[in-house]
């Protein structure tokens, strides 16, 4: 069946230091894969997506790497902040728009 | 910017009572979304809207449940008897294209006593 993971459910890092944030996936046939970002009490936050045919892409502070052969996707953020604190998903879009999520891992950022 | 609101915040209710939960998706997006979230736990699909039908449902989203775009600008979630296990987080969402990016409202959070 379709399943999309985060590997470890908490992550607590130094103010300034980059943070990585792992999810594994198993079906291979979604179109996107995207992070999303969701503070307490909010909705989720499109971070940043990555199509399912390239292996890497950059944003503001964030990249996505994107390993189809472990099917394995990762959100590296740089100089971490307070304000990244928060809960990270992991999701993969599918052709019809349906997105399935993982489950979360919290991102804790120590000053 | 504009954004997706929905209201209310927070909704009470009793066990077999009827709920409807409303959004105001972005205005020129076609396509919408209802997700939810059962506390602690990852968000969930429940079903897809476009073109005043709907295009994609869940196992989640059985006969008790039932979307509608009554006018313009509203998108309705109807639960007809909730049951204790329907309490979670409820989501809206909405993009302007199928492959785009949804934006997702703050929540209802539906609380069934």
């Known amino acids: 069946g379709e399943s999309v993971g985060l590997h470890l459910p908490t992550l607590s890092v130094q103010e300034g230091d980059n943070s990585i944030i792992n999810c594994a996936y198993s079906n291979s046939a979604s179109d996107y894969f995207i992070w999303y970002k969701q503070e307490s009490g909010k909705g989720p936050q499109f971070i940043i997506d990555?199509?399912?045919?390239?292996d890497k892409r950059q944003g503001q502070r964030v990249t996505v790497l994107l390993n189809k052969t472990v099917k394995h996707l990762s959100l590296q953020i740089a100089a971490t902040q307070p304000g990244d604190s928060a809960v990270y998903f992991c999701?993969?879009?599918?052709?019809?728009?349906?997105?399935?999520f993982g489950q979360g891992t919290t991102l804790q950022v120590k000053p | 910017e504009p954004e997706v609101t929905q209201t209310p915040s927070h909704q009470v209710t009793q066990m077999g009572q009827e709920v409807i939960l409303r959004c105001v998706p972005i205005s020129n997006h076609l396509y919408f979304y209802w997700y939810r979230q059962i506390l602690g736990q990852k968000v969930e699909f429940l079903v897809s809207f476009y073109n005043n039908e709907i295009s994609e449902k869940s196992e989640i989203f059985d006969d008790q449940f039932s979307v509608e775009r009554p006018d313009g600008s509203n998108f309705t979630l109807k639960i007809r008897s909730t049951k204790l296990e329907d309490s979670a987080m409820y989501f809206c969402?909405?993009?302007?294209?199928?492959?785009?990016?949804?934006?997702f409202g703050p929540g209802t959070r539906l609380t069934v006593t």
């Open positions: 999701a993969e879009r599918e052709a019809t728009g349906k997105l399935i």
């Open positions: 990555i199509r399912s045919n390239m």
């Open positions: 969402a909405s993009s302007p294209g199928q492959s785009r990016e949804q934006y």
